[in-house]
């Protein structure tokens, strides 16, 4: 413990492994000056360190401390269009909305007015991580890179990538694409920053040429730890056929990502709701991770993702909002949608078929998917999209050794949505804190030990209204 160790003390929540909660009511956390933590204790230690005259202690009192969460797929320049727009199916919505929204971001004095936002807006809610797909332009990417780096949140940032099937005013020449990427890559490590780290991200394959897709799988492995990937894939039919006409070579969608050199331990891909059996026996043999973004499957009317038989097959899965194929900032809409979606699933109505399953399941036999419960989707949303991000050594949970990336949960604060009553226990208050809560009982956004839920991020956010 070093002489200026912080000790928090609250009721601390957190998952081990799926489904598995751990509950401390007035436990504690150690947290070293370097934001990493030192020690988890129960009530009982908790008047000893106490009494230690070298730890400065935070006595959080009524409040929950619950690991911060893990947004493992989301568009920062959609932010511009969240919440509107949301009649039509993937292709349509992308052409009509999405790409000529883009486009605007071509202008960097546009982009960093908008990406403040959007950023500010997704800390507030308690994103401590966050993926980022950007767009196509190098200088406003930089500038998304710059925001998060200066707000503190942990993020994983990618340049776009589009060379084929795109309209005129939102496409690059495969070489262009290339150049920038490397560029957007360099840039960012150049940084220095532990927290800020580039991904390459081909928008999904109709957008790539396989020139382009095998110049980014090399891009990746040219690094030691390899970049990190990230993607869609098998996210509406329509899609899914359209690629398989343009990759007959291919024996399916996630094969065309393997075949470039795509498919690896530090990728991970969105949706993923028509995979195959064959397929998802591709992406767990990689190590691929699974980004479940409920509310986007929903609303752009994709599919119920099937995400029982993904975990019961030892796939790495985690959450994503897909803002704003999906309508919600908050990580706490993606945590109950993808309760909803897997009740669709249990009650027969999700992305399920003989099709889809595996051999062993039994031709015609009808399987049963348990819903997902509670603490299973509050481990996708912290631990499990900690771990497709490559970051389960890091963040997820309050395990010695790694950052303190944690909120301040005020289940009373003033104007709360949630109520507490007489009697109610950690884990109630817990529950409905997930079901009912939202950002005004985040009180306080810890990542890498520092609270990022400052008055300049409210300020932020109000300089757009
Ligand atoms: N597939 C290709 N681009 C996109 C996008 O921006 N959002 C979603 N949800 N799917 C995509
Ligand atoms: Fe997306």
Redesign the pocket.
């Known amino acids: 413990m070093d002489s200026q160790s912080t000790l928090y003390i609250g009721t601390i929540i957190h998952s081990l492994a799926l489904g598995k909660l751990e509950v401390l009511e007035k436990g504690a956390i150690v947290v070293g000056t370097n934001g990493v933590i030192e020690k988890v204790v129960e009530a009982a230690q908790v008047a000893t360190l106490k009494k230690s005259s070298s730890i400065n202690v935070v006595d959080l009192g009524h409040r929950l401390i619950i690991p911060g969460f893990v947004d493992g797929h989301v568009?920062a320049p959609?932010y511009s269009f969240v919440g509107t727009g949301m009649e039509l199916p993937?292709l349509d919505w992308?052409n009509k909305y999405?790409f000529p929204s883009e486009a605007k971001f071509k202008d960097p004095v546009y982009a960093r007015s908008q990406y403040r936002t959007a950023v500010a807006r997704f800390l507030t809610n308690g994103t401590t991580t966050a993926s980022y797909f950007a767009t196509i332009h190098l200088e406003s990417t930089k500038i998304l890179a710059d925001i998060v780096h200066e707000v503190g949140q942990r993020g994983i940032i990618g340049k776009v990538n589009m060379d084929r099937n795109s309209p005129d005013f939102l496409v690059e020449t495969t070489s262009q694409s290339i150049k920038d990427t490397k560029e957007f890559v360099a840039h960012v490590l150049g940084k220095r920053d532990p927290l800020v780290q580039p991904v390459i991200t081909p928008?999904?394959v109709p957008s790539t040429s396989s020139k382009l897709m095998t110049s980014l799988g090399e891009i990746s492995a040219s690094h030691d730890p390899k970049i990190r990937v990230q993607s869609?894939l098998s996210?509406n039919k329509n899609e899914i056929k359209w690629v398989g006409e343009m990759h007959p070579e291919c024996g399916s969608y996630a094969d065309v990502y393997n075949q470039h050199g795509l498919l690896h331990e530090r990728s991970y891909m969105a949706h993923c709701i028509w995979c195959s059996y064959g397929e998802r026996e591709l992406l767990r043999d990689k190590g691929v991770g699974i980004i479940h973004c409920p509310n986007?499957n929903f609303s752009?009317s994709s599919g119920a993702l099937n995400v029982r038989r993904m975990l019961d097959e030892g796939l790495k899965v985690g959450l994503g909002s897909?803002v704003a194929?999906g309508f919600s900032p908050s990580m706490l809409d993606a945590l109950r949608q993808s309760i909803t979606a897997s009740k669709m699933v249990s009650i027969g109505q999700g992305s399920d078929g003989d099709d889809l399953e595996s051999p062993t399941a039994g031709i015609g036999s009808i399987k049963q998917y348990e819903a997902l419960s509670y603490a299973e989707a509050f481990h996708l949303a912290t631990v499990g999209g900690a771990e497709c991000l490559s970051l389960g050594d890091t963040v997820g949970n309050f395990l010695p050794g790694k950052d303190f990336d944690a909120l301040i949960i005020d289940p009373k604060v003033e104007g709360s949505p949630v109520d507490v009553f007489e009697g109610d226990s950690s884990l109630d208050i817990f529950q409905r804190f997930l079901f009912l809560g939202d950002d005004r009982n985040i009180e306080q956004v810890f990542v890498a030990g520092k609270n990022r839920k400052t008055q300049k991020l409210r300020d932020m956010l109000a300089a757009s209204l």
Do not use: K, M, V
Request: charged residues 25%.
């Open positions: 568009h959609q993937l992308l999405t928008r999904f869609h996210e986007s752009l897909d194929g």
